[in-house]
């Protein structure tokens, strides 16, 4: 069993969470409606977070 999200960061407002996995993807969710706004591509790498800032 492979381990898919390697982290997660919420924004400021507590509007977006980030999240990151081993797909070498970020991807950005509402956290309100749960919606899948964008997702991040072309790392090299897993992509670790740090915290957002307004988004």
Do not use: C, F
Not at 6 to 20: C, F, K
Not at 34 to 41: A, G, I
């Amino acid at each position: 069993m492979q381990i898919v999200n390697a982290a997660i960061a919420p924004n400021r407002e507590g509007t977006l969470i980030a999240s990151s996995s081993a797909d070498r993807t970020v991807k950005l969710w509402d956290i309100n409606t749960r919606e899948l706004l964008q997702t991040l591509q072309g790392h090299t790498y897993w992509a670790h977070l740090a915290p957002m800032e307004s988004v």
